[in-house]
């Protein structure tokens, strides 16, 4: 985040809206759209993995977006109806934000 003189960072995705599974060409649809939406608002990111430890989730794609604000988060959430993203500021400790 210092690198890029933002104060924060997201972790967002658009797999299984609502944590519903869907076929693996929705999954890819969503994710290229909201790559597609991360690239208009010109805000840094990389791509990632949101992983279940007890391996009882398969592993879905994500992207770690740095700067975006709460607001832009929710919207983006929302839009690809996910019930949270990570959330991190300064001291880069995550927590969940709720999107409902």
């Not at 809206?17 to 076929?23: F, G, K, R, T």
């Not at 929302?78 to 990570?86: D, E, T, W």
Request: proline share 6%.
């Amino acid at each position: 985040m210092r690198e890029h003189g933002a104060s924060g960072a997201v972790f967002i995705t658009a797999y299984n809206p609502y944590s519903n599974q869907v076929s693996v060409e929705e999954n890819a649809a969503a994710m290229k759209a909201l790559e597609d939406d991360l690239q208009y608002l010109g805000l840094p990111y990389f791509p990632g993995e949101g992983a279940d430890p007890k391996g009882l989730w398969t592993a879905e794609p994500s992207f770690l977006v740095i700067g975006m604000s709460y607001e832009q988060a929710i919207t983006l959430a929302k839009k690809y109806r996910q019930n949270a993203v990570l959330v991190s500021r300064q001291d880069a400790v995550p927590s969940l934000l709720l999107t409902a």
